[in-house]
């Protein structure tokens, strides 16, 4: 699997907390969290794809827009660029060993701001085939009920306990 380092976030204003994120690939960074919460885009799909190795191919304009990424920052980057410290790994686990099988995947995912803000998403995520080969994979997230954030949170931290 191909390595992408990112770059530590920059510090957003206010208030905001530092952790240091170590991903799948070994490589690590700094990002910054704050406690302001994006509402999900009333009608509308975030729609990504990403190759073989989870390196952003295709983002569509809901998706570069509540990101906060430009469309060239977004492209070419890990997908993991969107990656909450407060989303356990054994969920990104279970999506790869998903999706790698040639499998649809389900899940509801927290995801992180270039300015430290999150969005809550229900994702599916699906292999693209070609010609008889995966050849990537596709996310397309969802609004994600309230009732379903909250009891993912009290999953994710429970996952996130037994990872410490």
């Given amino acids: ?5 990112l770059p530590d976030m920059d510090k957003p204003a206010g208030d905001a907390t530092a952790h240091r994120l170590t991903y799948s690939d070994g490589l690590s960074r700094v990002v910054y969290t704050t406690e302001n919460e994006l509402p999900y885009p009333d009608g509308k799909l975030i ?3 990403v190759d073989l190795d989870g390196i952003i191919t295709h983002a569509n304009d809901a998706f570069v827009d509540i990101s906060g990424y430009s469309r060239d920052e977004l492209i070419g980057a890990p997908h993991h660029i969107l ?12 999506l790869w060993q998903t999706v790698e099988t040639g499998k649809k995947w389900h899940g509801y995912v927290k ?3 270039k300015d430290g803000s ?5 994702a599916t995520a699906v292999p693209n085939i070609r010609h008889g080969e995966t050849v990537g994979y596709t996310s397309v ?9 909250a009891q993912a949170e009290a999953l994710y931290r429970k996952m996130l306990e037994e990872q410490a």
């Fill in 1 to 5: 699997m191909k390595s992408v380092q």
């Fill in 47 to 49: 729609v990504s794809r």
């Fill in 83 to 94: 990656r909450h410290p407060q989303m356990p790994k054994a969920a990104f686990k279970d």
């Fill in 111 to 113: 995801n992180l701001c």
């Fill in 118 to 122: 999150y969005y809550w998403v229900y």
């Fill in 141 to 149: 997230r969802r609004k994600p009920s309230r009732s379903k954030i």
